[in-house]
């Protein structure tokens, strides 16, 4: 088992900045990947990030963030990060720290492991 638990979250104006976290606690040494996904209002779940958690720090990235979001860890703190900036209204959504125990599948297909998401709301 994983328990995620998601902060940083919070109302920044278009342009801003806000840095997300996601610490992991139980069974850490079984994760091979973490991803962020994100969700607005009547859209479907679509991922933003992702980064291995064990044998490097390779990262993924949706391209509508690529180049204003930036996935790191601290494997030591069990922790994983989502620095975005320049930060548009359409980034609105509540965002969910995910992590993966398999190492199936593609970037986009998230593991069984949720957290309990975060509001990020940017405004115009």
Do not use: H
């Amino acid at each position: 088992q994983v328990q995620l638990v998601e902060s940083g979250g919070g109302l920044v104006q278009a342009g801003g900045s806000l840095r997300l976290s996601c610490a992991a606690s139980g069974r850490t040494f079984s994760i091979y990947n973490m991803r962020w996904f994100r969700q607005a209002p009547g859209k479907e779940r679509e991922f933003v990030a992702g980064v291995t958690w064990s044998g490097g720090s390779r990262t993924y990235y949706i391209d509508s963030v690529k180049g204003r979001f930036a996935i790191s860890k601290d494997n030591a703190k069990n922790t994983v990060y989502l620095q975005m900036n320049s930060l548009k209204p359409e980034d609105t959504a509540v965002y969910y720290c995910n992590a993966d125990t398999t190492g199936w599948g593609s970037w986009t297909k998230p593991g069984v492991f949720w957290g309990q998401g975060t509001q990020v709301t940017v405004s115009s």
